[in-house]
């Protein structure tokens, strides 16, 4: 085993062939020709040194390359291709001008064999060059790629291997080519965060400090006056809290570390709570607020606060959208492998258009970004995040003029990537 653990990759199966070549076609020439025992020995030592020695070039050009100086992939093909070609042709002349064939005969033969080899080195040099074309495509566009372009593409049709070669490089173009939009698209996204939420602090801050500084300056002494400061200066700084800690949360799921403590609870009891919380605001905007639960629905593993948290934020949307006297409705039903809510809204509705960006960070119909009206526009972000942290999914239909349904389902089954009890 040592021994043949040294041969040279390829010998073992160059001599298996030499010799099945060698024995067919022995056995051929002595059940057609019957030539005599001499002429059949030398006919096997000739067809075992032209064989060893064609497989031997053959192993080591496969170790060391074509001996002499070919630079492209083409070249070298048809180098191949007319050595292969020529010591085939090279065999079957000596044999027939030594043993089987008259002058005439042989004449005829040699010119035969020209024609055919001709015609070998006609269609090596054709399917190299295609080869080599497709190779060059690969490379050209490789060399694009690698300049930034990342729209370049092989666009190989051939169904050899280079083909694909070339099927693989342009898969790869194309997910660096999304990977780099989306990269691209989260970069921007990001600015655009930053630049609402400094904006919308900017405002708070400026607030807290003229009150600060009034009742430090005593400009304002009486204490009532003090007192309205001090619980305006409270609800700017809690405002400011709900806005750190979106932003906090929003870095969670960016880095997926965001963890879910779940628990069994009942889809109602959290819509129940949203509606008391949110009440003193729906009456305040002067519209009536409903929650229906169709059914028995039974208790689904869940993320209470977060799933509070995602209602919450959705029904504050449709209450903001609403004019006065009109209806926010909470309502759930069992949808099969999940709890599916839905937020319904009387409002101004959403164009069609818009309803692919409402989950995106930082997105608002108002570009004036007011607390009112929604300050940095990360409501529907959040909530989506929690949502498919749940294995969820968040949508939303309106028609203009008759108002929004904002939905998301809480799959029955445990999340796969949650953290927590």
């Known amino acids: 085993m040592a021994l043949f653990g040294k041969v040279p990759t390829g010998f073992g199966a160059g001599l298996v062939t030499l010799g099945a070549l060698v024995a067919l076609v022995a056995a051929i020439v002595a059940v057609g020709l019957d030539p005599p025992a001499k002429d059949m020995v030398a006919l096997a030592v000739f067809l075992i040194v032209s064989g060893g020695v064609t497989i031997g070039a053959g192993i080591a050009v496969r170790r060391y390359g074509i001996p002499f100086r070919v630079r492209t992939l083409r070249g070298r093909m048809l180098a191949v291709a007319i050595a292969v070609a020529g010591l085939a042709l090279a065999n079957v002349a000596f044999v027939s001008s030594q043993m089987f064939l008259s002058a005439h005969d042989l004449l005829l033969l040699a010119a035969l064999l020209a024609f055919s080899f001709g015609l070998a080195v006609f269609v090596a040099h054709t399917f190299a060059d295609a080869t080599s074309r497709s190779v060059m495509e690969v490379i050209a566009a490789s060399r694009l790629l690698s300049d ?24 790869m173009a194309e997910r660096l080519q999304a990977a780099f939009a989306r990269q691209r698209e989260l970069e ?43 619980r305006a200066t409270q609800a700017e700084l809690e405002y400011m809290t709900r806005l750190v800690n979106d932003l906090f949360e929003l870095s969670q799921m960016d880095a997926g ?54 209602l919450t934020n959705l029904v504050q949307n449709a209450i903001r959208h609403t004019p006065p006297d009109g209806t ?75 108002g929004s349904t904002f939905a998301f389902t809480v799959p029955k089954a445990r999340p796969q990537a949650a953290h927590g009890a």
């Open 148 to 171: 930034g372009d990342l729209s370049a593409r092989a666009n190989v049709d051939s169904t050899d291997e280079v083909g694909d070669l070339a099927r693989a490089f342009d898969g």
């Open 257 to 310: 570390v965001l963890g879910l403590h779940l628990e069994e609870t009942s889809i109602g009891d959290v819509i129940t709570r949203a509606v008391e919380a949110l009440a003193p605001q729906a009456q305040a905007a002067q519209l009536n607020l409903r929650e229906a639960v169709d059914g028995e629905i039974s208790p689904v593993v869940m993320d209470e606060p977060r799933i509070m948290r995602a």
């Open 328 to 402: 926010v409705s909470i309502r759930a039903f069992d949808a099969g492998d999940a709890i599916q809510v839905e937020v319904t809204d009387t409002g101004e509705g959403i164009p069609e258009s818009e309803l692919p960006k409402l989950f995106q960070r930082s997105y608002r119909q108002d570009p004036s970004r007011n607390r009112k009206s929604g300050g940095a526009g990360l409501g529907l972000s959040i909530a989506r995040g929690f949502v498919e942290a749940h294995g969820g999914h968040i949508w939303a239909e309106s028609v203009v003029g008759a």
């Open 188 to 230: 921007n996204t990001r600015r655009e965060v930053v630049t609402a939420v400094s904006h919308d602090l900017r405002t708070p801050l400026a607030s807290i400090r003229a009150m600060v500084e009034s009742i430090n300056d005593r400009v304002v002494s009486d204490p009532e006056t003090i007192s309205k400061y001090l």
